[in-house]
């Protein structure tokens, strides 16, 4: 798949001899760290934490679910694997924090129907629960207009509702993951939801990842709550 990318490319730039613009992918992560002095350090780093996390916290029945996960993440070269970066991070967040237990991904939800949720989960308190992870991207939008940002967001939660919550047999809950550029967008994303609680009782409140680093030069990786993503 990447050296298919990666001649596709070559083609392009020797039959036009001009630069050639491709979307940033994981691979363009790993490369930044050792071509462009560690630019891309604290989010590989996240990236291989993350691994580690599921690794040791999935169980072997877990791991196998989760495999095809990870394979998506490194066979997509797009910018939208930063998607399974998402379905990955909030499946170690329900398994960490959460405590739920994994029974299956892109589990149908209903009968005869090609229609899936992501994961299909047991709560702690035995309830079987289907959860649709939905990536919001607000990396490239001017954060100024909060009314427009909401409006945007909640758009792409209410979409996803009609396209999942087929039936009212089963729980199922959409939970949007943001992706913020820098501190400011922090604080702006997270001022807009405690100003506006959600509303949604379909939609869970939003994950956010967020790296620090501290004057040592450790990272401290943050994937939780838009709600306690700035707290100290």
């Not at 001009?18 to 790993?30: C, N, P």
């Not at 959600?198 to 838009?226: M, W």
Request: charged share 25%.
């Amino acid at each position: 798949m990447l050296q298919n990318h990666i001649e596709a490319v070559r083609k392009e730039y020797e039959a036009s001899e001009k630069t050639v613009k491709r979307e940033a992918t994981i691979y363009s992560v790993i490369v930044e760290k050792y071509a462009m002095g560690g630019k891309s350090d604290g989010m590989l780093d996240f990236f291989n934490q993350l691994f580690i996390s599921l690794n040791n916290n999935l169980s072997e029945p877990e791991k196998k679910l989760a495999s095809s996960m990870i394979s998506n993440v490194l066979s997509n070269v797009s910018k939208d694997y930063l998607n399974f970066i998402g379905e990955l991070a909030s499946l170690n967040y329900y398994k960490t924090q959460l405590h739920y237990q994994l029974l299956n991904v892109e589990e149908k939800i209903v009968m005869n129907s090609n229609v899936s949720a992501d994961f299909l989960f047991k709560t702690p308190n035995n309830t079987d629960v289907l959860i649709e992870i939905l990536n919001i991207h607000l990396e490239d939008m001017e954060l100024t207009d909060m009314g427009k940002v909401k409006y945007h967001i909640d758009s792409k939660i209410n979409n996803k509702i009609k396209a999942k919550i087929l039936t009212n047999d089963r729980e199922i809950f959409i939970q949007p993951v943001l992706w913020l550029r820098d501190q400011k967008s922090y604080e702006l994303a997270n001022e807009l939801y405690l100003k506006n609680p959600l509303t949604n009782l379909n939609a869970k409140e939003p994950l956010v990842y967020c790296t620090l680093k501290d004057t040592s030069g450790q990272f401290e990786h943050r994937f939780e709550s838009i709600y306690t993503i700035m707290r100290p």
